[in-house]
């Protein structure tokens, strides 16, 4: 009895471990409203390559668990190992704003122990500093070779990443671009879409968090958007030309796998 005593003792810690694993960013001054969820969820034992083309490619974003095994690649991204891997080395930051994009280069060793800080929400876009794309594939690729990228491609494009880092408050305003994918794999992202027929209200150089706080309670039932927070183990994919906007919850480590 003892023994099976301390074997669910050992199980709980196990999963405690499991939930409260932040790969060392932390949670310190994360948000906590999530929202709801109003974009369809499916798990990989649920959808065919088949289904998704038909039911989601082309018309609707989609949420899937459980399409990747990400866990080598959650391990390699840990604050400990990237910054032990990529300290001395240059990363490109831009300006979190729609239109005209800032470009600064600084060390990654800078970027995360100076520059990684909470958002308030009266910062502009233009002053927001986001470590987003730009990446030099040269020097990252190793870490890029783990990553499993979701399984269910679109005819006739190939598979690009953009791999990110942000502090909580932070994210992009509404902008739209080609289909594609975003894995969370520390944290997590918040996430506001609308259909290339449906042009949000925003301003340019406001941020996620100042237009969530500001311009979202306001919206009419009809305005407003499909919407989710995707945590680790969950992908979200976009259609083309789709509007999003994203906020990150926690200090967030996240990819995209946009296909062209």
């Given at each position: 009895?003892?023994?099976?005593?301390?074997?669910?003792?050992?199980?709980?810690?196990?999963?405690?471990?499991?939930?409260?694993?932040?790969?060392?960013?932390?949670?310190?001054?994360?948000?906590?409203?999530?929202?709801?969820?109003?974009?369809?969820?499916?798990?990989?034992?649920?959808?065919?390559?088949?289904?998704?083309?038909?039911?989601?490619?082309?018309?609707?974003?989609?949420?899937?668990?459980?399409?990747?095994?990400?866990?080598?690649?959650?391990?390699?991204?840990?604050?400990?190992?990237?910054?032990?891997?990529?300290?001395?080395?240059?990363?490109?930051?831009?300006?979190?704003?729609?239109?005209?994009?800032?470009?600064?280069?600084?060390?990654?060793?800078?970027?995360?122990?100076?520059?990684?800080?909470?958002?308030?929400?009266?910062?502009?876009?233009?002053?927001?500093?986001?470590?987003?794309?730009?990446?030099?594939?040269?020097?990252?690729?190793?870490?890029?070779?783990?990553?499993?990228?979701?399984?269910?491609?679109?005819?006739?494009?190939?598979?690009?990443?953009?791999?990110?880092?942000?502090?909580?408050?932070?994210?992009?305003?509404?902008?739209?671009?080609?289909?594609?994918?975003?894995?969370?794999?520390?944290?997590?992202?918040?996430?506001?879409?609308?259909?290339?027929?449906?042009?949000?209200?925003?301003?340019?150089?406001?941020?996620?968090l100042s237009w969530l706080t500001q311009s979202y309670p306001l919206l009419e039932t009809h305005n407003k958007p499909l919407e989710c927070t995707i945590r680790p183990g969950e992908v979200l994919y976009f259609p083309d030309?789709?509007?999003?906007?994203?906020?990150?919850?926690?200090?967030?480590?996240?990819?995209?796998?946009?296909?062209?």
């Amino acid at each position: 009895m003892a023994w099976f005593r301390r074997c669910v003792v050992l199980l709980l810690l196990v999963q405690w471990v499991k939930q409260e694993d932040t790969g060392g960013w932390g949670r310190e001054s994360s948000l906590n409203d999530e929202g709801e969820c109003n974009i369809e969820v499916r798990d990989v034992n649920s959808i065919t390559h088949t289904e998704f083309i038909r039911e989601y490619a082309y018309t609707k974003p989609v949420i899937l668990r459980g399409v990747t095994d990400n866990t080598k690649f959650r391990l390699l991204c840990s604050k400990d190992n990237l910054l032990r891997e990529y300290s001395k080395k240059t990363v490109r930051l831009s300006t979190a704003n729609t239109h005209s994009y800032r470009k600064v280069d600084v060390r990654f060793e800078e970027f995360v122990k100076v520059l990684l800080t909470p958002q308030s929400e009266d910062t502009l876009g233009s002053d927001t500093l986001y470590f987003f794309g730009d990446n030099n594939f040269t020097e990252w690729n190793s870490l890029f070779e783990e990553y499993k990228a979701p399984p269910y491609g679109l005819p006739y494009t190939s598979p690009a990443y953009s791999f990110g880092i942000a502090g909580p408050g932070t994210g992009v305003p509404f902008h739209w671009h080609g289909p594609g994918y975003s894995e969370v794999i520390y944290g997590r992202k918040r996430w506001f879409l609308y259909p290339p027929d449906h042009s949000p209200e925003f301003h340019p150089n406001y941020t996620t968090l100042s237009w969530l706080t500001q311009s979202y309670p306001l919206l009419e039932t009809h305005n407003k958007p499909l919407e989710c927070t995707i945590r680790p183990g969950e992908v979200l994919y976009f259609p083309d030309r789709w509007w999003h906007a994203t906020l990150n919850l926690d200090t967030s480590v996240f990819i995209s796998t946009f296909l062209g």
